[in-house]
């Protein structure tokens, strides 16, 4: 299995656009996790899936950022309108029920001018 | 989920074992501890848990103390490659999927 992908590896938008990430899970794998890293606030999960149906997006920051997954191999998160602060790695990780490690993918760079 | 107090960083010789403390006083009776690594521009890894019996890996040991009020990753023979932050996370499996990653220990092996 290739792991978790995620793309693009690296992305820098201006201030005010439309950013999509995009995650495919390990096949198989019915958990799909988002979580954002910074310097200053360290890991954070921001919603996770289960069997394609948001379960806790407690962590999403505010309405700007929203998630989807459509299908048990895909998943998108959405910035709109994309800031500045919203420079991170965001990582995404998938988790089958009975296994109890999360597998994360390698991460996508985001910078905001 | 139960706080966990790491060292904030740690430095190791090559080769040899690599102790890593965890404080986790507030624990339940049904929260695992857990560990994961994150090498730099990596994603997190995971290396190993357990609830309270020492636990061995390909990677790791991980020992418990009996009141589970602490506990300690060991890395056998570190190697450069070893050098990460290493996070201890204490978790209930009835919590759900969720992890939350606290500051870490950042272990750096010096050859």
């Known amino acids: 299995d290739a792991g978790v992908i995620q793309s693009p590896r690296h992305e820098v938008t201006e201030m005010g656009q439309e950013v999509t990430l995009r995650c495919k899970p390990i096949?198989?794998?019915?958990?799909l996790f988002w979580y954002r890293q910074t310097m200053m606030r360290g890991l954070e999960l921001l919603i996770y899936?289960?069997?394609?149906?948001?379960?806790?997006d407690s962590g999403m920051p505010e309405d700007r950022f929203s998630a989807k997954m459509p299908n048990a191999s895909f998943s998108t998160l959405k910035i709109q309108p994309s800031e500045p602060r919203d420079s991170a790695v965001y990582f995404c990780?998938?988790?089958?029920?009975?296994?109890?490690?999360?597998?994360f993918g390698p991460g996508t760079r985001l910078t905001v001018l | 989920d139960a706080k966990t107090t790491q060292p904030p960083s740690m430095d190791c010789a090559e080769g040899r074992a690599a102790n890593l403390p965890c404080n986790h006083s507030?624990?339940?009776?049904?929260?695992?501890v857990y560990w994961y690594r994150q090498i730099h521009s990596q994603g997190p890894q995971y290396i190993i848990h357990g609830l309270k019996n020492n636990e061995t890996n390909e990677m790791a040991s991980l020992i418990i103390t009996e009141d589970r009020k602490s506990s300690t990753l060991i890395l056998p023979h570190a190697t450069l490659r070893d050098t990460a932050v290493y996070y201890c996370?204490?978790?209930?499996?009835?919590?759900?999927?969720?992890?939350?990653f606290g500051g870490g220990t950042r272990v750096l092996v010096k050859p």
């Open positions: 899936f289960n069997n394609n149906v948001p379960i806790d």
């Open positions: 996370i204490v978790r209930a499996k009835a919590a759900g999927n969720k992890l939350t």
């Open positions: 990780a998938s988790r089958s029920d009975v296994d109890n490690e999360q597998f």
């Open positions: 096949s198989g794998h019915n958990s």
């Open positions: 507030t624990i339940s009776g049904n929260e695992y």
